[in-house]
Each structure stands twice: as C-alpha cells, then as structure tokens.
C-alpha cells in the first residue's frame, strides 16, 4: 500500500523524494504509540487524544486558509469554524505540542524554499545569473 501512495501522480521520468520519508514518518509515529501502549507505557488515551490533536490541528489550518482565500458566505462560515476548532484544540492540553512541534519542523523546512524561490525570481528578473547563482549557492538551493 505504501509503494502504491508513494507511485500516485508521478509523471513518467520524474522522481518524488519527499514521499517515501513522509510516509516512514507516520509508519514509524504510529509503530512508537503501538509499542508504547504495548509496554504499558501509553493509554488508550493516547491513542485517541494524539490523532485527535495532530487532525484538529489540520482542520484549524484548512478553515483559516478558507477564511483568508473564499469569499462571500463560505468566509463568514469559515471564521466562527475556525474559533470553534481552536476552542476544541486548546482541551486537548499538552498533545498540543506534537502539532506545534509539526508546525515548527515544517516552518524551519519550508523558509529556504521560500527563499531559494525568491533568489530565483529576483535573479530572472535582473537578468543576472551570477547573482542567482552565489545566492542560490549560500541558501543551498541546489
């Protein structure tokens, strides 16, 4: 199952590399709360309350995204959405730092994409390949 999520989409030559890990990721997340709840070192509340968290705190993304991209009624049904999982999320107590500790591994990852992306707009931009080129090279751009 896992071999045939990590082949979905891919176009014929091009190669996914985030994937895989991705999915070892939750393999081996969800392999650590089975054997913890097997040693008797983890509840079944915790096999409730971490899944909960960690979707809750998807669902809370979704609908402040909705709330800044839609318009008309599908705004104003986002906002009190979104107020109404946040009053959820704050109940389930120190889960809460599995999502932000998510939150915080994909900001870390994702702001030298962002910057690579910039350098390289700027750099078509200007015409100007040597300054694409050390840029790129001390954000590791590739």
């Given at each position: 199952m896992a071999r045939q999520l990590a082949g979905r989409g891919v176009a014929a030559g091009e190669r996914r590399t985030r994937e895989p890990g991705f999915l070892a990721a939750i393999a081996a997340a969800g392999v650590l709360l089975i054997?913890?709840?097997?040693?008797?070192?983890?509840?079944?509340?915790?096999?409730?309350?971490?899944?909960?968290?960690?979707?809750?705190?998807?669902?809370?993304?979704?609908?402040?995204?909705?709330?800044?991209?839609?318009?008309?009624?599908?705004r104003r049904a986002a906002v009190p959405a979104a107020l109404a999982v946040a009053v959820m999320l704050a109940y389930c107590g120190w889960v809460l730092v599995l999502p932000a500790a998510v939150a915080l591994?994909?900001?870390?990852?994702?702001?030298?994409?962002?910057?690579?992306e910039a350098a390289r707009k700027s750099s078509e931009a200007d015409l100007r390949p040597a300054a694409h080129f050390t840029v790129s090279k001390s954000l590791r751009c590739g």
């Open positions: 054997t913890l709840y097997g040693l008797k070192l983890a509840g079944v509340a915790a096999l409730v309350t971490v899944p909960t968290a960690l979707f809750l705190a998807v669902y809370l993304a979704c609908m402040l995204s909705a709330a800044r991209v839609l318009h008309g009624p599908a591994g994909v900001a870390a990852r994702s702001r030298p994409a962002r910057a690579c």
